[in-house]
């Protein structure tokens, strides 16, 4: 007697061909504090391009039109781990990309230039894959200690050591 065919033994065949298209966000970015300045952390994955950005996420412009409040720096990594200082300096080789219109959206984009109390701001970043979000605002600075960094934890984030965070992105790479 033959047996019957299963067809939803085929089922997962299309799910991983469809999720394997885009690569998850990893948590490869965090925010720690150096000199008491917001710095970010990424860790590179070893790829030969990434960038950071971190931006306004509750800027409320004219209304009718929408803007976007950015700071975005890119370019080769020198190491694993870039920490860049936040508004500050680039590393060599990496470049602050200007503020332009983005014909992709209908915002105007401007350049990030100093943070203010009372402002939410998100950190992410990219490598080899997009990194999971970190919000913060100024109030969170004086949480993060010197070994430490504010990681991305679900839809949240938290405090964590420097070396935990360095460990679980390294293994998400």
């Given amino acids: 007697m033959r047996g019957r065919r299963r067809p939803w033994i085929l089922l997962p065949l299309p799910l991983i061909v469809l999720t394997a298209c885009s690569p998850a966000e990893q948590p490869i970015v965090a925010l720690a504090v150096q000199d008491g300045r917001p710095t ?9 391009d990434a960038n950071i950005r971190v931006f306004e996420n509750d800027h409320q412009g004219e209304p009718g039109k929408s803007s976007l409040i950015r700071w975005r720096i890119g370019g080769p990594p020198a190491s694993e781990v870039v920490e860049v200082a936040l508004l500050g300096q680039p590393p060599e080789g990496w470049e602050v990309a200007d503020a332009v219109d983005s014909p992709a959206t209908e915002a105007d984009i401007e350049l990030l230039t100093e943070f203010r109390a009372g402002v939410t701001y998100t950190l992410d970043g990219s490598s080899r894959s997009e990194a999971l979000s970190v919000d913060f605002t100024l109030a969170d600075l004086p949480r993060i200690g010197p070994d430490q960094v504010l990681a991305p934890n679900g839809h949240n984030s938290k405090v964590i050591s420097r070396e935990t965070f360095l460990r679980k992105a390294r293994d998400r790479c």
């Fill in 40 to 48: 970010g952390v990424l860790v590179t994955c070893d790829d030969r």
